[in-house]
Antibody, heavy 120, light 108 residues
Framework: EVHLVQSGAEVKKPGESLKISCKGS????????IAWVRQTPGKGLEWMGI????????KYSPSFRGQVTISADKSINTAYLQWTSLKASDSAIYFC?????????????WGQGTKVTVSS | SYVLTQPPSVSVAPGLTARITCGGN??????VHWYQQKPGQAPVMVVY???DRPSGIPERFSGSNSGNTATLTINRVEVGDEADYFC???????????FGGGTKLTVL
């Protein structure tokens, strides 16, 4: 069965670094764009950016550029989202999702989400 | 930046039809996608490219897009359809992917 599996929930302190992962299975991971989406109670779903694992081409939403880094390792079918210095406002659920065919296309496959809590 | 506007909530009785709107300037010229999210779960694509339905999604779910409004229609609503629904487009002007604020569907 095709799926995306994300790493587990994290509890961090402000200023700490974090890298969460998203592993694809049963499809050609390198050939599909992967998006990262943030969900907070107050702001719904927010598009953060996308990566093409085949060549690691990356695009960021202006709201998140410089705040996070998106990367991928196609050899292990895994995409990553990382922070160097977390803030309390980064507390949210983060989803990875696959674009159907092109990067402009719908998101047809979602990971289960990773809850990140940043608190002193 | 491109903005998608959804009503915060829609209520409908079981067996009736629910219509969830997604407003955006000239949205008819964009491909609209819809996602269903139940509490504690990841979103699931229910309609893509305005009106296409992925395999496994009941025919009761349909989409349309005209003028400045796209609509997700759910016929013969069931209690199990209770969820948050989000619309989404790709904005070619900015190359951004944009989500609507979401609509909570309550089945009375």
């Amino acid at each position: 069965e095709v799926h995306l599996v994300q790493s587990g929930a994290e509890v961090k302190k402000p200023g700490e670094s974090l890298k969460i992962s998203c592993k694809g299975s049963e499809y050609s991971f390198a050939s599909y764009w992967i998006a990262w989406v943030r969900q907070t109670p107050g702001k719904g779903l927010e598009w953060m950016g996308i990566i093409f694992p085949g060549d690691s081409e990356t695009k960021y939403s202006p709201s998140f550029r410089g705040q996070v880094t998106i990367s991928a390792d196609k050899s292990i079918n895994t995409a990553y989202l990382q922070w160097t210095s977390l803030k309390a406002s980064d507390s949210a659920i983060y989803f990875c999702a696959r674009h159907r065919h092109t990067q402009q296309d719908a998101l047809d496959l979602w990971g289960q989400g990773t809850k990140v809590t940043v608190s002193s | 930046s491109y903005v998608l506007t959804q009503p915060p909530s829609v209520s409908v009785a079981p067996g009736l039809t629910a219509r969830i709107t997604c407003g955006g300037n000239g949205i008819e010229y964009k491909s609209v996608h819809w996602y269903q999210q139940k509490p504690g779960q990841a979103p699931v694509m229910v309609v893509y490219d305005d009106r296409d339905r992925p395999s496994g999604i009941p025919e009761r779910f349909s989409g349309s897009n005209s003028g400045n409004t796209a609509t997700l229609t759910i016929n013969r609503v069931e209690v199990g359809d209770e969820a948050d629904y989000f619309c989404q487009v790709w904005d070619s002007t900015t190359d951004h992917r944009v989500f609507g604020g979401g609509t909570k569907l309550t089945v009375l």
